[in-house]
């Protein structure tokens, strides 16, 4: 396999765990040959952890692990090291969670689309029309996973875990033969598209199919399906969809999905007390550090799509309101008939009012799109 079916492959991976949900786990074991803790006054002894990631380091979330990795081990001066294991070698995503808990891993990425029902309010992050901005989600969801009382937290405690670090996807790029300048466009469209915030689209006419990923790009040359939704516009490019589709469209929907990296409640508490604030500083950073990674993969995107000479467009927003109208009442009242043991309705205030603060902390923030055609001016 030559060095560029590699790169797609593992593109191809990392798209499929947005939009699927495919995962890895490892298993962990301790250092007992030194009692140094991190920043060298805490009471933690030195450990080596096992990582696990189910796509390739080269990808746009594994160059956000491996930065929170080598993050991690620099500032507890080496009292907390990793294994590194990527491209799914271990575990697969519905057993992550058992993997975790069970010791097999030590950190890894959790895909709660994977695990229907159990975490339900972390998914709000994917409630459509809320935020594109995938670093203020990230920074809100963060915020509230380290707060003991929170709801969110409590969500993952009651699995045996504690998030760390929260990886968003960003905002879809509607990928399709024929332009989409109005909400009436979609009317009758045959989208491949299986995230929550896609549903949205639905009472507006468009025609949801779920289409295994490694098949999208057969299915578009041949008609099967006229758009893509629900796969990063930084994705577009190395997945080559710009050899399958002419238009690329920001419908203002938002980011497309959620996920975090864990580690388990027993495996946290083993930690020494240096040694979880530095994981816990290094957490604080990973939204801004979300951004620049992500910038960096819209713009080789955005090159792709303009050498083949591609129109990109973000739909107006009373034509994104149009959808809004349509669809989001019934997808937000059925993500609150999925949380139980809690209140839905406070903690979307909570939510908000998290996600608000976050959002002006990255008021420079673009969707891939909205960034190429910037570039283009």
Known sequence: MNRASLVRRRLLTAASVLALGVGVAACGSDDDSSNASAGGDGAGKSQTLKFSYMAGENTSIGQL????????????????????????????????????????????????TVYAGRFPLTSIGELPFESSNAPAVSDALATLGAEEASPLRQEWEKQGLVPLSFSIGASSALATKDPIKTAADLKGKRIRANDRGSRVMQPIGANLVNIELAEIYGSMERGLV??????????????????????????????????????????????????????QEVNSEAPKKIAEIEAQ?????????????????????????????????????????????????????????????????????????????????
């Open 65 to 112: 692990w491996t930065w929170w990795l080598d993050e991690v081990e620099e500032r507890s001066g080496g009292s907390i090291k990793f294994d590194r294991f990527w491209d799914a070698t271990l575990l697969k995503a519905t057993e992550t969670v058992e993997g975790l808990k069970d010791g097999r891993a030590d950190v890894s990425q959790v895909l709660p």
């Open 226 to 279: 006229k758009g893509v939704y629900g796969i990063p516009f930084s994705f577009s490019g190395p997945l080559k969809f710009q050899e399958v589709a002419n238009h690329f469209t920001d419908l203002g929907i938002g980011v497309s999905t959620v996920n975090a990296l864990a580690i388990s409640k027993e495996k946290w508490d083993s930690l020494g007390a240096d040694q979880q604030k530095v994981i």
């Open 297 to 377: 993969f819209d713009d080789e995107s955005c090159k792709a799509v303009k050498d083949a000479g591609r129109e990109l467009f973000v739909l107006p927003e009373a034509e994104a309101n149009k959808i809004k109208d349509a669809g989001k009442a019934a997808v937000d009242a059925a993500w609150k008939k999925d949380v139980k043991g809690a209140d839905a309705d406070a903690f979307y205030q909570e939510y908000q009012t998290k996600l608000t603060e976050a959002e002006a902390a990255y008021p420079d923030y673009q969707t891939g799109i909205a960034r190429c055609i910037a570039q283009q001016s």
